[in-house]
Every structure is written in structure tokens, then in C-alpha cells.
């Protein structure tokens, strides 16, 4: 079957939108290398040439054109997400079985591109969690903070070759929603808390800059139409409204709703993570739940759970609800009556 | 009302492509040595032949009569003498042939006496007649015959929507006819309103076309509002025109005569002037000639034509070129064979050149980025509907309203994996209409051996008792002696009393069955016709049985 349309089709294509997805990422990562220095070169390094080595032998198993596949772009913007996710400077084991979670087992076990039920990225940065806290709450602190600072070389060397002479102590810390929860737990009182080093205007220290940047890329992908408005708003909505509610509740507890906008992965994870289309909702109404969804789900984890962030389980949970959400929120058909006949 | 316009969802908009060949005006055609006219013009039931090899026919005379319901009658293009009737290419997608009559004119092009219509005196219905039988259908793409869209019918028709959209990349035939035939095109609109008895008319014509609208709205009487509809494929589709002009949304299942709005063509309107005014069969239509090929334009194309000559009337090729299309680049068809002819559906040959008309790049999965769904004028989601049918899920497939899908092809056209969504939907519809037929074929086949076996058991029953009675009959014969008449002419009165019965039963039975189309209003009646008719147009595209 060749039928129409014949016509020069739409300059669209999968490699396109995923050249741009990453092309609107720079901005967060040249903020993020400004601020926490050059690690995440590194990082982002490594997890690009693990994730297409392996996509690139997986598809060769799989007996699928490699050329096609691998050139679609997509295991580079999992690549990409992955590494922003994952502390950098951690040893490159780390960022090596990440890669294997998130393209491996989340995305070709369950039938490759578009299949995959799960964010790739997010199912690999939360196995990893679950099975390395340690590693994963070593953030670099932000430059300014560390007694360190360290060169491109220095990264590498520490990715490595492990810690050498210099003490982890001296370039990285706890993450401020970490210190937040545990200093409120033992009692700090907020303003104490907000008055810490690592706390900047109005999120982390840097990392609210990378937040903007991050912001600014979405801004960007919406511009381009890569995305639609539906994700990212509901997932902010869905954030600020739970935590705004709870500070208000228990100020003393919950930091404001503005600090967790800014803080951790809020952003990337509103604008670039939970717009992953393939396990993303597609209908407009979907969008808007299964977003707020994710939303709430990541303040209530920032909130009362064990981990650091909430946002890769907060959209992982939302992922499993796709297809219950995209079942009911079918929109209405041209010619149907309100009741879909 | 046309003020405010309505703005259907989706949409894309495709490199127009018209300039190629909307400069220059209309071209007639040379005489040719030969046509071929198929029987089968439009869907629903094709033309009964009125002629045979070696008849001679006059331009404009009946060669073929409209047959059934869903019918129109054919023309003869040319004087001349019929060479054949018999199976020939005909521009379908399946490339399969299709019963034609074949003529080779003797050059003189001599024509029967045309009559001019007394449209506005005649009877509603007597009108129609006459229109069927000058063979008018839409030309608009879909060439639905007119006498019945002409119809009132049960449901009052209070608007009147006239399409010049033209809204398919490339083509322009129907731009020029609205920049040189407007008078008349509107001469054929009012006629439409007359037999519709409309109040409102409104002409939609997409604003990439500004000489025609103005050619249009300057010849437009008063009643006729030309509005100037923002271009945007599929626009002219008619839901969407409906949508557009109106705001209201042709009902899911139904025709736009359901709101009361019926859409016409304007090609369909100036054939109607020409029936009417001069008393002119169909007998040709506006063709235009384009892509790759040396002079494109637009053609008075007789029906008939083999499209290998209107090539040759465009200059030909140019070299390079990777074959043709019938109708536009969105939702026309490949032509296997340039022997095929013009009917009255072909309202555009492409030539395709690489460039223009690349080869679609190897699909990749479904990514399942929504752009299909925001393209889609009919706000279907094409993915799932996509994900269904290549799993040969067919009643998911429907259950996301594939029936809906008017295959404009914007869906495939936006999406990034570059998947030919719309084959994947053609081919999930037929591959349903096809085992409905089948089902609907085997529930038949159970009522005939049902009722066999029925048949079977009475006639054994009847024969059992005929014996009985017989042997009473002698035993009483035997007992009483001679003179007993014999039983046979009752039993012959039985059988038959019986028969009928079983007659009335198996009528009975045919009635709880959904094909029976016996003692349904006409409405319904006219719609299973169409539907069926619509049916075997798409499965004879996709299933290749002509
Ligand atoms: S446009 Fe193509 S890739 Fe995107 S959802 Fe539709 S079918 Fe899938
Ligand atoms: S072809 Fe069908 S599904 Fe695709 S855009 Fe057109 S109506 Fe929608």
C-alpha cells in the first residue's frame, strides 16, 4: 500500500524534535555548569556514549536497521535527561548503570521507541536511588560554596579514578530540599533554615538559576510547538497549589511554594520529563491530570517521603495512570454530541 | 452570516501549488480520434449500456441509463460509432478495469437536439428526472449523482452552500471556472435554490483564490453572499465548509441535509446551467493538468478522454517525471494506466517529479507526540486509531471512531514518524466492511439452509402422510370397492397452501434481519443506499475488486 497523501510532507521528523528538545536543554545545562562547575560535561559525556553504545548493540541484537533507529535521536534525549538528573561527579559505575536501566530495561524490554510505558530516564535515576542513596545525594555544591573548585580535568579524574586527594567533603553537599526536610525535622526554625549558605533568593543556591534556565528552554519548546502549554502548567499548578498548601498549613514544616518551584528538578521535570510523549497522556484534559497529577505527587514526596526529590516517582506513578486517564478524557469527535454519539 | 466565520479544529497548510497552472485561462480540447466512456461514473449502481459495437451515436445521446437508485445516465462525447463495450482501465485506485463504452468519432461531432429545461415550471420531481437522466453529478470529488441531493425530501433544506474552497494543494480547476463562468455557475446556483426552495446561499471560497471570489461576488445576485474562507486544508472538505460558513457540525453517521444545509460544487452548479439553459448532458468537465509536466493549466475536458491525451495536451511530461495522480496530492490516488479516461470524478492529473513528490521516508513507531490529533479537522486522536488497526484490533480501531476519519491525510502529513496513517485507516475500514459483508453473506446462507432443511422436513412429512392417506384411500377402496377419487388434486391444493406459508415464514424471517430494506421510510432507504454505495466505492479501492 502506497496511497495519499503524496504531498511533500510536513518538515517533521523524530530526529528533528528530539535535536530540538536538546537544543532547548543548553540553556539549564551551560546555567548548571556555571554554577556547579564543570562536572556535568562529564556526566552528560559519559551517559551520551554509554546510551548509544548500547542502543546502537541493543538494535543490532534486536536485528532492527540500526541506522534509522539510532540517528531518531531519541536515546540522546534520554541520555541527556538522565545525566541532568543524576548527581555529577559520581563514579562513572553510576551513570554506566543508569544508562543500562533506562535504555535496556525501561525502554527496549518493553518493545524499544514509543512502547515504553515508563520515562526511561526517570526509571533509571529511580532504581538507582532505591539501590545507591549515597552516591545520589552527593550533590556538587554550588561554586562559591566549595572549598574546591575543580577544572574539566579534576571532574574526569574524580569520575574515575574515585576521590584521590581531594575529600568529597570539599566539593559537594546535601541537596536544599535534603537540608530543608532534615533541619524542619529537628526543629530549625524556617527562617534559620532559609538563612543557610546554600539557600539563594528564593530556591538552592545556583540551582534557582538552572531552574530559570530550564524554565527558559520549555519556554522555548513551547514557542516551537514541540509541546503543548497543558503539561508543564499543570504540573507547576499541581506543585505550587499542594505546597503552598501545606506551608500554609504548617509553615514552619513546608517551605513556600516558590522554593519548590525552584528547587530540584521542578522544572526540568514540568517542561522536559513529564512531556515525554510517548508516556505522557495525549488527550488535552489528560494532559492537565495526569500533570497535576505528577504535581502533587512530587510535593507530597518532597514533603513526607525519603528521597530527596520527588519528581521521578511523582511521574512514574503518573505514567502508570496514562492509559485510565487517556481512556476517559477521549475528547469529544466532530459531529458527536456531548455524550459521544 | 458569513461575518463570522467558525474555525474547525486541525488543519495543516501544504505548499499550495497553484499558481503552476491558475494563470492561464481554460483550454479546449482537439477532437479526438477516440473515447472511452465508463458505464460506471460514480459510486452507487453503474449505467445499463444502451449500445453496441457498431451503433452509431450522436453527441450527447444516452449511451448508458441510469440504473437503480444511486444512478445517472452516460453520453456519448462525440459523434461516431460505438467500437466496443467491454471491460477497459478505468482511473481507480485498484487499477482493475470497469465496463466502457468505446467510440471512434467520425470527426463531424454532429448532436442530438438539446432541449432547454423549463426549470422553473416544470414539477419538482419531473425536473430531477430530466437532471438524472442529463447525467449531472457532483464534481466536485465525491460525484454523488444531483437529482437526488436536489431532493428536499422529508427534511426542509433552509441553506444552500455552494463550494468553491478548492482547498487541495495544486489543484485549480475550480478557481478558473469561478473567475471565467461566474454568471453562469450562479445561473446554476439559483437553480439549485429553486428546487431546493432555500432562502440562503452562501458561496465559501478559500482567500488564496481573490480573483475568483471577486469574479463571484460581482456576478453574485442578491439572496448569493460569496465569503472569503481563511485557506486552511481540509476547508473545503464539507463538513468542514458547513462548519465554516454555519458553525454547525454535520451530525457523525449523517449528511449536512440532517441540520438542513446541502453542498454543492460549483463545477455541479455550471453543469447544472448547461442542463438547464441549453439542455446539455454532462458531457465534459474542467480538468487541470499540472506538476511536471510542459504547459499546465486547465482543460474542457469531454468525459471520455483518455487521460493520456489531456497528458499530451499539457505538453506532455517533462523528462524526469515518477508518474501521475488522480485528483489532488492529499487524498488522490496513483493512475496505473494513462489509457484510463476523464470521468466525471477526475478533477486533476499530476505528473510527479522527485522533488515535489518524494518517496515517503521509512516510518519509524508512533511517538505518540499528539501531532496527528491537533492536525486532525475531524478531532479524532489518529494514533490509537493507528495502534488499533495495525494490531487488526478493528473494533478498538472503531471504537476510537474510525468512521469518523474523512482521510484527508493531515494526520499522516504532520506526523514525524512518517507513518502512513491513512493507508493503516482505509485498510482497517475495509477490512470491517468486509467482514460485515461476510457476516451478513453468512447469515444468509443459514437462513436459506434453515429454511432447506424446513422445506426438507415438511416435504418428508407430506409425503409420509400422502402415503398414510393413500394407503387409507385403498384400504377403503379395498373396503368400499371402486369409485374413490383419486387424492391427488388435494394434495396439489395442500402443497401449494403450504408453500405459501413457508413463503410467508421465510419473508418473515428476512424481516428481523438488519438488511432488509423492505418498508423502510425512503429516507433511510435513500441513506442505506449511499452507504452501501459509499461502502463499495472504499472497498473497492482498498479490496482491488473494481
Ligand atoms: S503524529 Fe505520528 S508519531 Fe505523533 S502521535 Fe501521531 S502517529 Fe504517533
Ligand atoms: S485522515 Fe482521518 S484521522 Fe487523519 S487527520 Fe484526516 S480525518 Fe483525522
Not at chain 1, 488535552?284 to 518532597?302: C, N
Not at chain 2, 415438511?458 to 393413500?470: D, G, L, T
Request: hydrophobic share 45%.
Amino acid at each position: 500500500m502506497n496511497g495519499s497523501p503524496y504531498a511533500l510532507l510536513a518538515k517533521n521528523s523524530v530526529s528533528s524534535v528530539m535535536l530540538k528538545v536538546m537544543a532547548a536543554l543548553i540553556p539549564g545545562i551551560i546555567a548548571h555548569a556555571w554554577f556547579f562547575g564543570p562536572g556535568i560535561w562529564v556526566s552528560l559525556f559519559l551517559c551520551t556514549g554509554f546510551a548509544v553504545a548500547l542502543e546502537g548493540l541493543i538494535l543490532l541484537m534486536r536485528n532492527v536497521p540500526v541506522k534509522p533507529f539510532l540517528s531518531d535521536g531519541s536515546v540522546l534525549v534520554t541520555a541527556w535527561l538522565l545525566a541532568l538528573s543524576l548527581p555529577t561527579l559520581a563514579p562513572w559505575w553510576l551513570y554506566a548503570v543508569g544508562v543500562v536501566l533506562a535504555v535496556l530495561v525501561a525502554k527496549h524490554f518493553y518493545g524499544g521507541l514509543g512502547q515504553n510505558p515508563f520515562n526511561p530516564a526517570m526509571v533509571g535515576y529511580a532504581a538507582l536511588i532505591v539501590s545507591f542513596p549515597v552516591y545520589m545525594t552527593q550533590w556538587p555544591a554550588p561554586l562559591g560554596l566549595a572549598d574546591h573548585s575543580l577544572t574539566l580535568l579534576d571532574a574526569f579524574d574524580l569520575v574515575f579514578a574515585g576521590q584521590g586527594s581531594i575529600s568529597p567533603d570539599a566539593y559537594t553537599s546535601a541537596t536544599v530540599l535534603d537540608t530543608w526536610k532534615t533541619q524542619a525535622r529537628l526543629g530549625l526554625p524556617a527562617e534559620d533554615i532559609r538563612a543557610m549558605a546554600m539557600f539563594g533568593w528564593a530556591g538552592a543556591r545556583g540551582q534557582e538559576f538552572v531552574a530559570a534556565a530550564f524554565a527558559f528552554g520549555g519556554l522555548l519548546m513551547l514557542a516551537h510547538r514541540l509541546i503543548t502549554w497543558h503539561i508543564p502548567v499543570a504540573f507547576l499548578v499541581g506543585l505550587a497549589l499542594t505546597a503552598g498548601l501545606l506551608h500554609l498549613l504548617d509553615p514552619g514544616r513546608h517551605a513556600d511554594p516558590l522554593f519548590h518551584l525552584l528547587s530540584g528538578g521542578a522544572m526540568l521535570g514540568a517542561f522536559f520529563i513529564a512531556t515525554d510523549p510517548v508516556t505522557a497522556s495525549s488527550t488535552p484534559l489528560g494532559k492537565l491530570i495526569y500533570a497535576g497529577l505528577a504535581g502533587f505527587l512530587t510535593a507530597l514526596i518532597r514533603a513526607f517521603g525519603g528521597y530527596p526529590d520527588g519528581v521521578a516517582f511523582a511521574v512514574l506513578i503518573a505514567n502508570i495512570c496514562v492509559p485510565f486517564i487517556d481512556a476517559y478524557t477521549q475528547p469529544r469527535v466532530f459531529g458527536h454530541d456531548k455524550a459521544g454519539k | 452570516m458569513g461575518d463570522r466565520l467558525h474555525t474547525f479544529n486541525g488543519g495543516i497548510h501544504p505548499e499550495g501549488h497553484k499558481a503552476e497552472s491558475s494563470a492561464t485561462p481554460i483550454r479546449d480540447m482537439a477532437l479526438l480520434p477516440r473515447y472511452v466512456v465508463p458505464l460506471r461514473q460514480h459510486i452507487g449502481t453503474p449505467a445499463r449500456p444502451l449500445v453496441q459495437a457498431g451503433d452509431k451515436v450522436l453527441r450527447g445521446q444516452p449511451i448508458g441509463a441510469a440504473e437503480g437508485y444511486v444512478s445517472t445516465a452516460v453520453h456519448a462525447p462525440t459523434s461516431g460509432t460505438v467500437i466496443a463495450v467491454e471491460p477497459r482501465a478505468v482511473p481507480h485506485p485498484s487499477g482493475l478495469f470497469d465496463l466502457a463504452v468505446a467510440i471512434e468519432s467520425d470527426g463531424e461531432d454532429r448532436a442530438v437536439d438539446f432541449t432547454p429545461l423549463d426549470w422553473r415550471n416544470l414539477d419538482p420531481s419531473a425536473l430531477r428526472n430530466r437532471i438524472r437522466d442529463l447525467g449531472l453529478a457532483g464534481l466536485g470529488g465525491a460525484v454523488f449523482p444531483s437529482y437526488i441531493k436536489l431532493n428536499p425530501g422529508a427534511q426542509s433544506i433552509h441553506t444552500l452552500i455552494v463550494n468553491g474552497a478548492e482547498c487541495e494543494p495544486w489543484i485549480t480547476c475550480d478557481d478558473r471556472l469561478m473567475r471565467e463562468r461566474a454568471a453562469e455557475t450562479l445561473q446554476g446556483v439559483a437553480i439549485m435554490a429553486h428546487a431546493l426552495g432555500v432562502k440562503t446561499v452562501l458561496v465559501g471560497i478559500e482567500d488564496n483564490k481573490p480573483e475568483a471570489l471577486a469574479a463571484m461576488a460581482a456576478a453574485a445576485p442578491a439572496g448569493v453572499e460569496v465569503v472569503a474562507v481563511p485557506t486552511r486544508y481540509p476547508g473545503g472538505g464539507g463538513k468542514q465548509l458547513t462548519y465554516t460558513l454555519t458553525g454547525v457540525e454535520t451530525p457523525t453517521g449523517g449528511r449536512s441535509t440532517d441540520v438542513g444545509i446541502q453542498v454543492f460544487n460549483v463545477g455541479t452548479a455550471y453543469s447544472l446551467y448547461r442542463a438547464a439553459m441549453l439542455g446539455e448532458p454532462l458531457l465534459s468537465r474542467v480538468v487541470t493538468v499540472t506538476g511536471h509536466v510542459a504547459r499546465p493549466g486547465n482543460f474542457e475536458t469531454r468525459i471520455g478522454t483518455p487521460l493520456a491525451d489531456l497528458l499530451t495536451a499539457a505538453g506532455g511530461a517533462n523528462p524526469g517525471a515518477v508518474g501521475e495522480i488522480i485528483g489532488g496530492p492529499m487524498m488522490g490516488f496513483d493512475l496505473m494506466d494513462l489509457a484510463a479516461p476523464v470521468t466525471k470524478a477526475v478533477n486533476c492529473l499530476i505528473v510527479k517529479d522527485p522533488v515535489h513528490f518524494p518517496p515517503r521516508p521509512a516510518p519509524l513507531p508512533c511517538i505518540r507526540c499528539g501531532a496527528c490529533a491537533r492536525s486532525c479537522p475531524a478531532d479524532l486522536q489518529p494514533f490509537e486509531m493507528y495502534w488499533f488497526s495495525r494490531a487488526k484490533d478493528f473494533g478498538k480501531a472503531q471504537s476510537y471512531n474510525l468512521f469518523d476519519c474523512i482521510e484527508c491525510g493531515c494526520c499522516a502529513y504532520v506526523c514525524p514518524s512518517h507513518i502512513p496513517l491513512v493507508d493503516f485507516f482505509r485498510f482497517a475500514k475495509s477490512e470491517i466492511w468486509e467482514r460485515e459483508q461476510e457476516k451478513r453473506a453468512s447469515d444468509q446462507a443459514r437462513q436459506r439452509h434453515e429454511f432447506k432443511e424446513f422445506r426438507l422436513e415438511r416435504e418428508k412429512q407430506e409425503k409420509a402422510e400422502k402415503f398414510a392417506k393413500a394407503a387409507e384411500k385403498q384400504k377403503e377402496a379395498a373396503a368400499a370397492g371402486p369409485a374413490a377419487a383419486p387424492a391427488d388434486p388435494e394434495a396439489e391444493k395442500k402443497k401449494a397452501i403450504l408453500q405459501a406459508a413457508l413463503e410467508r415464514a421465510a419473508k418473515a424471517k428476512e424481516g428481523v434481519t438488519p438488511k432488509n430494506t423492505d418498508h423502510l421510510p425512503p429516507r433511510v432507504e435513500r441513506e442505506i443506499a449511499e452507504i452501501d454505495a459509499r461502502r463499495e466505492q472504499v472497498v473497492g479501492k482498498e479490496g482491488g475488486e473494481g
